[in-house]
Every structure is written in C-alpha cells, then in structure tokens.
C-alpha cells in the first residue's frame, strides 16, 4: 500500500475496542465558519433536498487534498460526516443528519483513460453515465449498471455496492476495481493497487472499502478495468404463471448459455418494467448479430413461447428493469442466497420481486404493509437466514424506520471483527457513524 510521505498505515491491530461515539463541539454556524476557512465560502451551504436527510451542512471540496484538510478539522473539532454522492442511499439507512456533509460534486476529472490497456482513472464525484459517455467513441464502458447511472457517482458505486442486471456476466465494481484513492484517519491520502492490472500488491484496499458506505473514509479516486460494448443487444421474454417453473428454465438457460443477464420478474414488477402485470423470465443476450441468432434460435427451441425483443424495445425494458423505483413501494430489501435457493426463498417471502436468477440476488418489495413491517421484515430474514443468506433494507416507509435494522446483524465474530476494523481505520469515529451493521 502507497500513502502519503510520513503518514503511517492504517493500524492493523484488530484488538483494540471499536471507538467512542464522537461528540460534535461546534454548532452549524461555527461549522460552516470552520469549513470556509479551507474552500471558499460559496462552497459551503445549507442541504438541499434529500442532503437534509443525511448532513446539516454541505461543504463542497475542489480535489483531494481539501478533502483531506476537511478530515483532519473535523477529528480536531470531533465533527461527524458523512461523503456524499446524490445523497439516495444514506438518506436511506441514516437515523439522523450527520453534521457535516462532504458532497463530491466537483470532483469529476478523467485523470487517466487508455483504451488499448482498457483502464481508465476517475475522481470519484463522476457519474457512471457521464464515464460511460466519456467512452462510447473508442467503444467501451464501465460495464457495471447501478439504478440511474446518471444520478449514481463512481464513489458511492463502490461504497454502497450498487450494481444492476450486468452482475451476472460482468460482476461488479469490486471485481473492475484495480486501484483506489481515499482519504483516511488524520487526512491521511491512502493509495491501494495501481493503474494498471497486474498491479494488485499490499493491503486489499479495493475489498475493505467495497460496501463499506462511507465509514472507513472517503473515496476521491478509483480505477478501473473496462470492457469492450458489445456490437448487440437482444432480450428474450417468457410469462408465467408460476414461479418454481421460471426458476427452473432459469437455470438451465444460465447453465448452457454465456447470457448478459436474467431475471425472474413477479407481476407488480413486470407492469413496472413495461410488459403485462404478469410473471415474466426475462434473457438477456449480447454479443455480435451471429452469437445473438445462435443463442436466440436456440433458446427458441429450447423454451417455446419465447418472445425476442431488439433495439429500442430490448434497450427500453432493461432500462426500466433497471432503474427500478424502490423508492416507491412501503418497503424495499436486497436478499442474496446461492442461486439454487432463491426460487423457494422468494416463494415463502410472500413478496413482489425482481429476482437475478444467475446470481442469488433479488429486490423484493410490497406496496401495502398494513401495519405489518416489522413482522414482513422478520420473515424475509428469517427466509435467508435458513437459506443461508442475508437481507438489506432499501427502503421504508414512515414511523417503521424506527422500529427496524437496515443491516443483518452477523454472527458475534463477525461482528467484532467489523468493529476492529471501524477502530483500526477511524479511531476517531467521524466517518458516517452509526448506520452501518451493528451500529457501527
């Protein structure tokens, strides 16, 4: 691991007790003269919108080094905060407002693309659309496909390990993930891997800060192997009116065939991605026109009553399918469970899905709780629990944010591990306190 010249590593010593709560000393107004001595003044301001669910003040850095002024001020003044993307997954899972909001909106530069070498380096304020655009004339992307890809910044596409549909043949950021950036306890600017692939040595920075929502420290830089875009897209549609048979098509498809991506759809999700409200397998294929007529032709013989969709209709449902709203039923869950459980998990959920068949991972969802959250949450959990699995909440709705946990709580070992590790890499606990697992 690179960092800064005289700065030490993050401590791994895992024995020591995850720290104490930091206790904020300086009001808003003090906090907003305290940060305006490091950016200018217009870069500090109130939240707008969901900000105000997640930090009572937004300040603005312009690189990483005033990121990193920005930490060590905070640990002085034991201010907590929070690295802030659009603000739609910690508006989620905070209880209440960290102070100070660190918004990277202008950290968007392209500091390295080689398109022969197939990487490319990004601050982590840019979004996963605009990269993708940056990249079209030379014919390759970031083939990871968050909900919203404009709205979703490289930063919070690995914090919150967000990923889409693609998951199945392209996996997710962490797997396109070979050097990452951040900044850490003391201000520390912390290097992990490298720009090029073969060059992975030392601490396993891209794992650790995967998925680690912002509570370790705060991502400026990442990057990434890239991939080629396929020459065609074409999706292949069944409905059903039976789960357990999907699922069983589903596999047998996903163990013949090299698909892009497949899911199982029940019926409210279906009418969201713009087919009939009714159960639907969905395939989809990509590649060049002969392996898409191949896989296509085959797949019709194979499932008969196969509908195939091309250009603006294909690109239209896997659109939908996946910026998927779960903003809008009462509550939302990302259950994962081997692949081969997730068809008789789902069934005993008793909930609205949209289920990525090859990969174990499912969104489920119900639109009328009637009082019964807590208990419909229970049974989710206890539906992967036996399956082996785990479940997070998304999303939920009024008065029932306070009655649950938005993380599974693991196993006690586990648990102590993750506060050692909070300890090792934030011994102040300024970093998005409080609404990780366990509380951490």
Known sequence: MR???GSPAPSTDLSSPAPSPAANLLSPDEIVRRTGTIVSADKVRAPRGDEALVASVIVEPGDAHEVAEIVRACEADRITLAPMGAARTLREIR????????????????????????????EAGLSVGALNRSMESARQRLPVDPHDPDATTVGTLIAASHAGPLRLSEGTARDLLIGIRYVGHGGRLVHGGGRVVKNVAGYDLMKVMGGSFGTLGIITEATFKVRPIPEHY???SLSFDRAEEAFAIAHQLNDRFPLAHLEVLSPAASAASGLESKGHLLVGIAGSFAEISAVRDTIARMVPGMTIFENARATMVYARLRDFDITAPSIAAQIAVRPAELGGVLSVSRAEFIAHAGSGVAKLFLNDIDGQGVDTLARWREAARQAGGHVRVLHCKGSLRESIDFFDTPNEGALKLMRRMKSAF????????GCFVGGI
């Open 3 to 5: 960092r800064s010249r």
């Open 95 to 122: 209880r209440a407002p960290v102070s100070l909001g660190v918004s990277l909106c202008r950290l968007t530069r392209i500091i390295a693309y080689e398109p022969e070498d197939m990487t490319v380096t990004v």
């Open 234 to 236: 074409a999706l292949a």
């Open 426 to 433: 934030d011994p102040a606990d300024v970093f998005n306190p």
